[in-house]
């Protein structure tokens, strides 16, 4: 089994990969480099869109823009602390070529060595916290070991998590719906459980216990297409995010599962845009 393939079969593609068709010679011609092919391959298979909410690929106007300005800024930002990097930024010979990034403002880049093969070069991972970590192997086995290392943490921390994701770029409808528990209704434990079941299937994308018995579960619905955290960390609340155009859709699925939970609903608030669902409270 091929690295690519070890990875899809890990984390499968979508089947309608967004901006699957990009581009790639004019980032290539950009940086006057050619780039892995396996890189080009992966972008072609998953499109635009992260792994795991942590992991994503440039596009090609991420990759002409970014290069090299976001790696000097980190590289800067590393001086001002009196440490230097250990490694060049392109275009100086043997520089570093960003390809990735995570959530928190991690890069992800080759260190493309001029005398190498692109399908030969090593790839740089440089954290938040100015660690310098070198994975073994080309893209596809870099975001497999991201990916799994990743779900591994999150289990040992307690997270529930059926493994791992991709989800593909779309500006979605963010909504939260505030609740109230009803009399006798059951537990956080017991209304998560009815919430799943009443959308089944769902897969389980990890959360948290916080101070107070404080709840955060984050779940994927309808394929993938629906995004909802249940919670009691920041309120008792829904938060669900979904393509527009499906509001009577998700409403119609999420009302009869909050009665069925014993809620009801106190107020539905639009986030970052116009309301799709009436406002209540």
């Not at 005398?115 to 991972?125: L, N």
């Not at 434990?189 to 009815?194: A, I």
């Not at 309808?222 to 009577?248: C, F, S």
């Not at 009302?255 to 639009?270: N, T």
Request: charged share 25%; net charge negative.
């Amino acid at each position: 089994m091929t690295d690519l393939e070890r990875l899809r079969t890990l984390v499968p593609p979508p089947a309608s990969p967004v901006d699957a068709d990009a581009d790639w010679t004019r980032a290539a011609d950009a940086l006057g480099l050619a780039l892995p092919r396996e890189f080009t391959e992966i972008a072609r298979r998953y499109g635009h869109g992260t792994f795991c909410d942590e992991f994503s690929c440039c596009t090609p106007e991420e990759m002409i823009a970014d290069n090299p300005g976001r790696l000097e800024d980190l590289r800067f930002l590393l001086q001002d602390m009196g440490e230097e990097c250990p490694h060049p930024v392109h275009p100086e010979p043997g520089g570093l070529v960003l390809w990735g990034t995570d959530s928190i403002g991690g890069a992800l880049a080759w260190l493309a060595e001029p005398a190498g093969s692109p399908d030969r070069w090593k790839t740089v991972y440089w954290t938040r916290d100015d660690e310098f970590k070198y994975p073994e192997g080309g893209v596809a086995a870099v975001l497999t070991g991201l990916v799994e290392d990743l779900t591994a943490r999150m289990r040992a921390d307690g997270q529930d998590v059926d493994g791992p994701w991709f989800d593909h770029y779309r500006r979605d409808v963010h909504v939260y719906l505030q609740l109230a528990e009803a009399d006798g209704a059951p537990p956080y434990e017991e209304r998560l459980r009815v919430l799943r079941r009443s959308l089944a299937p769902t897969s389980a994308r990890g959360g948290f216990a916080g101070a107070g018995g404080s709840r955060q579960d984050h779940f994927a619905a309808a394929d993938g297409q629906w995004r909802l955290t249940y919670e009691t960390a920041y309120g008792h609340q829904i938060r669900v995010a979904y393509p527009p155009g499906t509001d009577a859709r998700v409403r119609d699925a999420l009302l009869p599962a909050i009665d069925a939970m014993g809620c009801r609903v106190e107020a539905v608030r639009p986030v970052h845009g116009t309301a799709h669902w009436p406002e209540q409270g």
